[in-house]
């Protein structure tokens, strides 16, 4: 309901920064994610903190629905960590070569809570509106792109970490970067806005 609200009352990006492991809904849930897709809203959602690798074990909500794709308006965001190195990923982050699709800073961010104060807080719920922020900024200075070109151009301009030994979360044990996400790469706007300004002008020409 959430999510078909936000839809019909204009967003044209949800932050999706909850999860859990069960869904006993997940048709309803399915139902609302692909009501969103056809009117081009982005959904962007946390992988969670768990250290799990999400393909075995899902984190709902997904798009996924008997191992096949339901939509295509949904992107998993994985944590980073606040190190370089093998350290790079959040040891708590949850990945997936097939369901996370990209990182995002997710450690010791300073962030508002409630009563009007702040606090530094880690997270993949801090990680994905990172990237709800460059989605939605995207779309405010490309507004004739549609949501899933900026999805598609988020993806496709990420800094590639492809071939870089990083930790497995939870583990010591060291992992190609490219096991851990679709992209194996972390987002980065200045790349995008490039992407976004190439694609505009394609468009006009």
């Known amino acids: 309901l959430a999510i078909r609200y936000a839809v019909d009352n204009g967003a044209k990006v949800i932050n999706g920064s909850f999860g859990k492991d069960y869904s006993p809904h997940k048709e309803c849930v399915w139902d609302a994610i692909k009501y969103a897709a056809s009117k081009d ?3 962007v959602h946390a992988a969670g903190n768990d250290s799990k690798d999400v393909d075995a074990e899902p984190n ?4 996924e629905a008997n191992g096949k794709e339901i939509s295509d308006n949904l992107i998993t965001i994985g944590a980073l960590n606040n190190k370089f190195g093998k350290e790079i990923v959040a040891d708590f982050s949850n990945y997936g070569a097939k369901n996370v699709d990209v990182f995002a800073p997710g450690a ?3 962030n508002s809570v409630p009563q009007s104060e702040y606090m530094e807080l880690q997270g993949t719920s801090m990680a994905c509106p990172m990237v709800s922020g460059v989605a939605a900024m995207l779309k405010s200075y490309f507004p004739t792109l549609s949501m899933k070109e900026i999805k598609d151009i988020m993806l496709s301009s990420a800094k590639s970490y492809v071939g870089k030994q990083q930790f497995k979360p939870g583990t010591e044990e060291p992992v190609d970067f490219a096991t851990l996400s679709v ?3 972390v987002v980065n706007i200045k790349n995008a806005v490039k992407a976004c300004k190439a694609l505009e002008a394609s468009k006009m020409n």
């Open 60 to 63: 709902f909500p997904t798009d």
């Open 183 to 185: 992209t194996g790469g």
């Open 41 to 43: 809203v982005l959904i």
């Open 108 to 110: 010791e961010i300073y």
